[in-house]
């Protein structure tokens, strides 16, 4: 299993993606909301980022493992946005965590249980003053790099 970007592997895409502004302060203040345990929750878009989606809202979860070191969305959390997700012909466009003490950079367990391909993974690091934001699509393990631009708002 690779957990370094993969030098000679194509870029599964999509190579940038946009945020709001609301929608980046939401998720950082998500992310100090839950310190010194890492936060997690997902960000609903209209369709995979993987194929070309949008970004809709951000859902803050609740981290069952309650740890500054892993995170786990609680099962409730999950099962109710699943639901609501399908219901509404949405998708998990992203996967959102903190980082506490390290960047905003998958770790070996984060890419472990990168479990929704079709998604990014977008990491809050809390370990500096200023957070840290990075985006990643994991793919059979490997880490592929995605340009964040923060759109402000109209």
Same mark, same amino acid.
């Given at each position: 299993?690779?957990? $370094?970007?993969?030098? $000679?592997?194509?870029?599964? =895409?999509?190579? #940038?993606?946009?945020? #709001?502004?609301? %929608? +980046?302060? /939401?998720? !950082?203040?998500?992310? @100090?909301?839950?310190?010194?345990?890492?936060?997690? =929750? %997902?960000?609903?878009?209209?369709?995979?980022?993987? =194929?070309?989606?949008?970004?809709?809202?951000?859902?803050? $979860?609740?981290?069952?493992? =309650?740890?500054?070191?892993?995170?786990?969305?609680?099962?409730?959390?999950? %099962?109710?946005? $699943?639901?609501?997700?399908?219901?509404?012909?949405? +998708?998990? @466009?992203?996967? !959102?965590? #903190?980082? +506490?003490?390290?960047?905003?950079?998958?770790?070996?367990?984060? !890419?472990?249980?990168?479990?929704?391909?079709?998604?990014?993974?977008?990491?809050?690091? %809390?370990?500096?003053?200023?957070?840290?934001?990075?985006?990643?699509?994991? +793919?059979?393990?490997?880490?592929?790099?995605?340009?964040?631009?923060? /759109?402000?708002?109209?």
């Amino acid at each position: 299993m690779t957990t $370094t970007p993969a030098d $000679t592997a194509a870029h599964p =895409g999509p190579t #940038s993606v946009s945020l #709001s502004l609301d %929608l +980046v302060e /939401a998720i !950082v203040g998500h992310a @100090w909301s839950e310190y010194p345990n890492e936060a997690c =929750g %997902l960000i609903i878009g209209d369709r995979p980022a993987a =194929g070309g989606g949008s970004a809709l809202r951000f859902e803050p $979860t609740t981290n069952k493992a =309650g740890s500054p070191y892993r995170y786990e969305i609680d099962p409730a959390d999950l %099962l109710r946005l $699943t639901i609501a997700t399908d219901d509404a012909d949405e +998708v998990f @466009w992203a996967i !959102v965590h #903190s980082h +506490v003490r390290s960047p905003a950079y998958p770790s070996p367990t984060d !890419v472990g249980l990168a479990f929704y391909p079709e998604a990014l993974y977008l990491l809050v690091s %809390l370990a500096a003053p200023e957070p840290g934001l990075g985006a990643f699509r994991i +793919v059979d393990g490997t880490i592929h790099p995605v340009e964040l631009l923060v /759109a402000a708002p109209d």
